[in-house]
């Protein structure tokens, strides 16, 4: 099923398409940008919540800066002085946040129109041709992001991409969820947990130094489950330099496992997160004040958190940190379960 979403400044027409399954949750995803633009599951009292911050409509989605739901590549997060070295050539990238690159940089991908290429009651596949240069990286390639509904009130993004040429990928997704609705206010009474005994230290620009540091005794260590309030306010230098919570941890084990979760006491709605890579940036809506969203909500500081699973930042000029080079003709693939119960 799809709606009409709205019209661009270009005059392209957006599309809303909606997913569900029989347990009462609803998707909404745009091909402006494969973005998340509501996602609704059912409190405790079975009242149909909406937990993604977002717009009413695609001008928002245009014209915002909050990434509201974005897919981000072709490298989410940040890649220090806004280059990189590959096979003995240097690629300079545009930079968008100071000297560096954020999520891809000037150009991205939440800001384009994709192509639909299968839809159904539960599911959406959408396609994207990335030409060789753009955005600064090497490689003609096909972007596939694939959004499902599961009958266990999950939403699967499964991701799969090919290039003709070695090349940078970790895509990502940058939902902001508040598990109490959208328009709820502060996150900061939600519990957490992280499955990671360390973190990635960064300088005061926020790019991993390459020290891993475990969270044993410090406000990172959210392994047992905490409320985001308890420690988000200490005298701890890495909360200080990034105004909260956005850095990224370290997951305990390999493959496809839960690594994260989160829970309104108000609601009762959990959200559990799976992956199979190997970090998760967890953000804490430090930069949200001012925002005007969906149904007239302003969303404020903290109003909003980011689970966006990913190879650690910065890993291409760091050896010790897993590679995000994909070699030519090879298949990334990788997959993000949001699970609610």
Same mark, same amino acid.
């Given at each position: 099923?799809?709606?009409?979403?709205?019209?661009?400044?270009?005059?392209?027409?957006?599309?809303?398409?909606?997913?569900?399954?029989?347990?009462?949750?609803?998707v909404?995803?745009?091909?402006?940008?494969?973005?998340?633009? #509501?996602?609704?599951?059912?409190?405790?009292?079975?009242?149909?919540?909406?937990?993604?911050?977002?717009?009413?409509?695609?001008s928002?989605?245009?014209?915002?800066?909050?990434?509201?739901?974005?897919?981000?590549?072709?490298?989410?997060?940040?890649?220090?002085?806004?280059?990189?070295?590959? #096979?003995?050539?240097?690629?300079e990238?545009?930079?968008?946040?100071?000297?560096?690159?954020?999520?891809?940089?000037?150009?991205?991908? !939440?800001?384009?129109?994709?192509?639909?290429?299968?839809?159904?009651?539960?599911?959406v596949?959408?396609?994207?041709?990335?030409?060789?240069?753009?955005?600064?990286?090497?490689? #003609?390639?096909?972007?596939?992001?694939?959004?499902?509904?599961?009958?266990?009130?999950?939403?699967?993004?499964?991701?799969?991409?090919?290039?003709?040429?070695?090349?940078?990928? !970790?895509?990502?997704?940058?939902s902001?969820? !508040?598990?109490?609705?959208?328009?709820?206010?502060?996150?900061?009474?939600?519990?957490?947990?992280?499955?990671?005994?360390?973190?990635?230290?960064?300088?005061?620009?926020?790019?991993?130094?390459?020290?891993?540091?475990?969270?044993?005794?410090?406000?990172?260590?959210?392994?047992?489950?905490?409320?985001?309030?308890k420690?988000?306010?200490?005298?701890?230098?890495?909360?200080?330099?990034?105004?909260?919570?956005?850095?990224?941890?370290?997951?305990?084990?390999?493959?496809?496992?839960?690594?994260?979760?989160?829970?309104?006491?108000?609601?009762?709605?959990?959200?559990?997160?799976?992956?199979?890579?190997?970090?998760?940036?967890f953000?804490?809506? !430090?930069?949200?004040?001012?925002?005007?969203?969906?149904?007239?909500?302003?969303?404020?500081?903290?109003?909003?958190?980011?689970?966006?699973?990913?190879?650690?930042?910065?890993?291409?000029?760091?050896?010790?940190?897993?590679?995000?080079?994909?070699?030519?003709?090879?298949?990334?693939?990788?997959?993000?379960?949001?699970?609610?119960?």
């Amino acid at each position: 099923m799809k709606r009409a979403f709205g019209t661009l400044k270009t005059k392209e027409k957006a599309e809303l398409y909606l997913l569900k399954n029989e347990k009462g949750m609803e998707v909404a995803i745009s091909d402006y940008g494969a973005t998340i633009v #509501n996602v609704i599951v059912p409190d405790k009292e079975g009242h149909p919540t909406d937990v993604v911050l977002g717009y009413d409509d695609v001008s928002g989605y245009e014209k915002g800066d909050r990434v509201f739901g974005a897919f981000v590549g072709r490298v989410a997060n940040r890649i220090a002085g806004g280059s990189f070295t590959l #096979n003995g050539k240097t690629y300079e990238l545009t930079k968008n946040d100071g000297d560096n690159t954020l999520h891809g940089g000037r150009d991205m991908m !939440n800001k384009r129109m994709w192509k639909v290429e299968e839809s159904t009651d539960n599911s959406v596949t959408l396609s994207l041709d990335s030409p060789d240069g753009d955005q600064g990286f090497p490689g #003609n390639l096909k972007l596939t992001v694939t959004y499902t509904v599961t009958p266990e009130n999950e939403l699967e993004i499964v991701y799969r991409s090919t290039a003709d040429a070695d090349t940078l990928l !970790n895509l990502t997704n940058h939902s902001y969820f !508040n598990l109490a609705g959208h328009d709820a206010g502060s996150i900061c009474d939600e519990k957490m947990m992280i499955d990671a005994d360390a973190f990635t230290e960064t300088d005061a620009e926020l790019i991993p130094t390459g020290t891993v540091i475990p969270v044993e005794g410090t406000p990172m260590d959210f392994r047992e489950g905490k409320k985001v309030a308890k420690e988000i306010g200490a005298d701890y230098k890495p909360l200080k330099l990034a105004g909260g919570y956005d850095h990224n941890w370290v997951l305990n084990g390999s493959g496809f496992r839960k690594v994260a979760s989160a829970e309104s006491e108000e609601t009762g709605i959990k959200m559990e997160v799976y992956t199979d890579l190997p970090g998760i940036q967890f953000y804490s809506g !430090n930069f949200l004040a001012g925002a005007k969203g969906k149904q007239g909500a302003v969303y404020g500081k903290g109003c909003g958190i980011c689970f966006e699973t990913q190879y650690f930042p910065d890993a291409i000029h760091k050896d010790n940190f897993e590679s995000p080079i994909t070699k030519a003709g090879e298949v990334y693939d990788t997959t993000t379960t949001y699970r609610f119960c």
